[in-house]
């Protein structure tokens, strides 16, 4: 079948950008004399994570349960849950610990710690700990140099509950906008962890993983000294707000969403697709860019070229996208019922709703339909 | 179980809240002599629909051929698919005419037209189409005097695809501000579809429907004199876009998201939960109201009341929300895995990707869970 006779809306994947947006994260981590862990919130797939792993390291991150049971069920031992785990989600764990033997959690807290702690002496299955840094984003995360830092390491210990190591994410990364700037909080994200983990060794604590990492800063990272791992998912698709800071190119974009013409406004030189703001998601990060506004989303062709111009999805309804532009439409290009690709301006928010992927390899001929999960 | 035991990020539906909000709309449609065809784009749950659907009608309309073969298959036989058809899609209309005897869809172009009635010279089953007609949101639709109308019900009447009537949404009155300039909106609504219907009778067709509706226009229209149905869904659930527009009251909103506390960032005042961009929706319309920014929803406490103070969810990322405000938080009533529950912005954004909703009857027990459908 080809992208022509699909049901739209849909979401398309590209194998080849995919694979090849991998290779060269891979590449880099390489580079620094280090690893990486791919975060699966973004595409959450068995088949784009056996690409996406690094078979130096073989682990995942992810950002929820679901997902950590999800690739656990698929034979993924090492799982990185990167969000702040809380009270009632332990009981989860067992079930995911059982089936991923390198299953861990992140937590910034003492209180957090404790109710580990408590867990674990439960006769629970113990699992990793990362302590969350916050290396600026001011999301969570405890500052390098927080006292609790070593609290929260030797309650963990106290009850026997295994450190994995310490974690950060700079999110920060992405209000930087040029290579120069992300490279900066990149290594605001390399010096947080190593000097969190210098203050643990030094306290006497064995601190075996050392994570940090985003897209951007992955990609614009001038030394990985001191990390074990890093840590970024948005890569391996790319997105109009990551081609935006230069983190890949706009033609690297390995994710784009298929729809079809439903009507034409051509006194108005509006055409509408049936890709609205449920199937393209209503984020409008680029919006905050220098290039211009994109909308929710650049128009390519059916081949996922840009042959149509710069038009954007202007406007967006629950299940309609408007296509407007500065000079006139191609009308006669796009009759009711053609098909058009849709750039996403963020590809997680984009993707999440979707519960599979038309997979081509280049061109319009779907070679696989790989599912995805969605929700929690 | 309640609310506080449940799995977090999840939804939660008020069932009073929703049979008062349906009955309100229904007594409405009544009062103005006419009735109600419930919109499910939003709730996309038949429990919901047999709430919302007025027994003197026994339509509902939705916003994908999914929702109309999932509730085709759960026994309603009126569903009108109320976006315009594209001819690919023309296939899986006879599985849903299958099942639901009164399938109808829209269409607004000649192209569409021809394309259903070759669908129907080709010993297809027919299926009801509504013309749709642009009352004023210029999206899809035509102009009730556009010459296009007459040739578009000639086309079909020459197949002997049947007329189901003329249709419209009067989708600007969400950019109204106030009950007068909502009403007028409505009255565009309904001279628009009224003006078509008198021009297809005059040229000799007949018009057995005549739709109209969107819940600003519904809950403030003066009249409905020539309409046969009043169209809307977002009022069932309610969101803080419609309260700020004064649809219903803040206190009237159906659908919350449940969410734990995961961190504490008490040195920025911030209190970060596990409903993310994702689990709350990036949909941010509630910036364009006078009232005051509310970030990505308002914060109520476990019991659905506003006990916290006006507190919003400031921030997002994919699984994070971070809740800030001026006064300082209270930190204390919201211990790590504390639950509080999140208005939306715009329920029909937030809601579609869940894939059920906890349902209460006031209060945190959980009375009953009600599955709903996520996607195309």
Redesign the interface.
Known sequence: MRLD?A????LVLDRGKLKRNCERMLAKARSLGTRLRPHM?TLKSIDAARIAIDPGHGGIAV??LKEAEYFAGHGVTDIQYA???????LP?TATIAARAAKFSAFL??I??AE?VAGFVRADNPAFGIWIEIDSGE????LAPDDERLIQIAAILRSAGAPLAGVATHG?HSYSARTPEGIAAVAEQERLSVVTAVERLRAAGFEVPGVSAGSTPTSVHRASAEGLTELRAGVYMAGDLFQSGIASLAEAEIAVSVLA??????SD?N?I?I?AG???L????STAALADGDLGYGLVLDVEGEPSLGRLTVA?V????G?IRGAAPLPFDRL???ARVRILPNHV??TA????SYLVVDGGTEIVARWDKI???
Chains 1, 2 share one sequence.
């Open positions: 006779e049901a739209t809306p849909a919130k950002s929820t969000v702040c785990i809380t009270p009632d989600k989860q910034d807290s209180e957090m109710a001011h999301r969570t995360g999110g079809s013409v439903i009507a034409h406004k108005q509006q509408v049936d703001g449920l199937a998601s209503k984020d409008r406007g309804s629950q299940e309609h408007e009759p009711i019922g997680c928010m999440a709703i979707h519960d969605v929700g929690w």
